[in-house]
């Protein structure tokens, strides 16, 4: 019985052992085949990062001095604190580029919050946002967008994010430009 039993232990380690080693040698296989076809299908798909862009100078967002702050009053109650709706800021800005052939594309973000005042009610908040770009001392792309945000409670802060992937600069990215973000209370569309 015992030698039954070593027998058939040994045969069981046998067979798994082969199992094992031929399920192994596949899928080394197919993780290296794995391998080359990502490494094939990243080469020309459109949305890999190439070293040349990692490289390459990316304009810096900054909030605009004095275009941190939105406050909405009731009307003919503006600058009383008892009659705030409500009070919407930017806390952080942020941006990517995309490097083209004689133009380069930009996506900028903002972060902020908006906190109901007195008076503030539940719905949504309308906020005009401004995204500039400045090669020198000349815009080359600006756009006033309505923000919307829902608040739907009143007792706190309500967090948004904002984003503009649609900037497009004639030609190359270099540190004569500037982008500029902040509220604007200025009239809608281009400036």
Do not use: W
Not at 146 to 161: D, L, M, Y
């Amino acid at each position: 019985m015992i030698n039954h039993r070593l027998l058939v232990n040994s045969i069981l380690f046998s067979v798994i052992a082969v199992v094992s080693g031929c399920q192994s040698g596949e899928t080394l296989g197919a993780l290296d085949a794995g391998k080359q076809d990502a490494a094939q299908s990243a080469e020309t798909s459109p949305d890999v990062v190439r070293e040349s862009e990692l490289r390459a100078y990316c304009p810096p967002a900054v909030l605009r001095e004095g275009t941190s702050f939105f406050r909405t009053y009731q009307k003919g109650a503006q600058d009383d604190a008892s009659k705030l709706i409500y009070q919407a800021s930017i806390s952080d800005v942020t941006r990517t580029c995309r490097h083209n052939a004689g133009s380069f594309g930009m996506t900028v973000a903002v972060a902020g919050r908006v906190v109901p005042g007195p008076v503030g009610t539940t719905g949504s908040v309308t906020m005009p946002i401004r995204v500039a770009v400045l090669r020198d001392d000349q815009v080359v792309y600006s756009k006033l967008f309505q923000h919307n945000v829902v608040i739907s409670e009143t007792a706190g802060a309500t967090q948004f994010i904002f984003n503009d992937p649609d900037i497009v600069v004639p030609g190359q990215a270099d540190r004569s430009i500037q982008v500029i973000v902040g509220y604007d209370e200025g009239p809608t569309g281009k400036r």
